[in-house]
């Protein structure tokens, strides 16, 4: 079961699930942020189905296990914008605390029936804080700094808790951000290149030297595969890209690319840049050592930082109509997070 799968990483995962092997069942709600054009195309497969609800939904959840038995449940199911977490947090407690919860609870019959199943709770960086320098690692303290990260951070606790009292078999998994194809234009490189091609300005917080590590999606799916089929429960791991590159960087790279790419006739594209006012409570920098992931499962990133952020600008070039079609009534790149509306 995957969770979330219509939205950017969970669709990812489920193609590269359904390329392996796996049967899968998706549940989402398709809020704001999830599509069912991201799984459009596997309609057909005979080992998915989709299943439109909510993890909160406990008759919903108790159906679905009741008619099939699951060796393991991926939770990537989430409220995950740091803006929209500062305007109203609400949604944010719900879905990433209480959701895991109830899907926890659901599951728990599970346990009885398949001793092999996992559950696996797909989480983020950002639960650990800002650092000056050095790296995160599965031994770092919890930090939050935005009400996103502290959801996130009390749904990753819930589950250890789980872990430690009932001897649940979950795992977590702390990522870096996440780059590619398909993923929703609130985000910076999705909001940069759209913002871009559609030749409006593009909004940098602050002074732009905020510093993350960059994952291709790509690469985070692959690692999930290898958490899926070789992680130990009970067990964290943190996934990272080791791209660790400023936000103004990261800009000036997606405007050289457009130069290239598609050129506009009088300007470059990095004459669209315009500082902005900063994030409330914005981290400063995030970094992390995947040391464990790579030495006790093998895995490694394998994409290279400026080939994916090429594939990614070219898909977006190439998918107006995706996300053309999404943004008039989702999201119309308007700037979010500058006040709390709790």
């Not at 305007?87 to 728990?108: A, D, P, R, W």
């Not at 910076?188 to 960059?214: C, H, S």
Request: charged share 25%; net charge neutral; aromatic share 10%.
């Amino acid at each position: 079961m995957v969770t979330g799968g219509a939205g950017f990483i969970g669709s990812h995962f489920t193609k590269l699930a359904l390329t392996r092997g796996y049967a899968v069942t998706v549940i989402d709600k398709l809020t704001y942020s999830g599509s069912i054009k991201n799984l459009i195309k596997l309609k057909e497969v005979n080992d998915f189905e989709f299943i439109e609800g909510s993890i909160l939904d406990e008759i919903l959840l108790d159906k679905v296990f009741k008619n099939k038995q699951y060796n393991a449940i991926l939770n990537f199911a989430a409220e995950t914008h740091v803006d929209r977490s500062i305007e109203n947090s609400s949604e944010f407690l719900l879905t990433n605390i209480l959701g895991v919860q109830k899907l926890i609870s659901s599951s728990m019959k599970l346990l009885q029936e398949n001793k092999n199943f996992k559950f696996i709770q797909i989480s983020t960086d950002e639960v650990f804080g800002s650092i000056e320098d050095g790296h995160f690692d599965e031994k770092s303290m919890y930090s939050p700094n935005s009400p996103y990260a502290a959801s996130k951070a009390g749904g990753d606790h819930l589950l250890s808790s789980y872990c430690k009292t009932f001897d649940f078999p979950g795992i977590i998994t702390n990522c870096s951000n996440n780059y590619g194809s398909n993923q929703f234009p609130e985000k910076l490189v999705p909001l940069l290149i759209t913002k871009a091609l559609q030749k409006k300005q593009l909004p940098i917080y602050g002074n732009g030297k905020q510093i993350r590590d960059w994952l291709h999606v790509d690469d985070h799916c692959n690692a999930l595969m290898y958490i899926l089929e070789k992680g130990i429960s009970g067990n964290q791991y943190v996934i990272g890209g080791d791209n660790c590159i400023k936000n103004i960087d990261m800009a000036l790279n997606i405007c050289s690319l457009l130069d290239e790419i598609k050129p506009l006739k009088n300007m470059k594209y990095k004459k669209l840049i315009k500082f902005v006012k900063d994030r409330p409570g914005h981290d400063q920098r995030y970094s992390v050592n995947a040391s464990k992931i790579k030495n006790e499962l093998g895995w490694s990133p394998r994409v290279e930082f400026l080939d994916g952020l090429r594939d990614t600008v070219n898909w977006y070039i190439n998918n107006e109509n995706w996300w053309k079609n999404i943004l008039p009534y989702n999201y119309d790149g308007q700037r979010l997070g500058l006040k709390s509306k709790d």
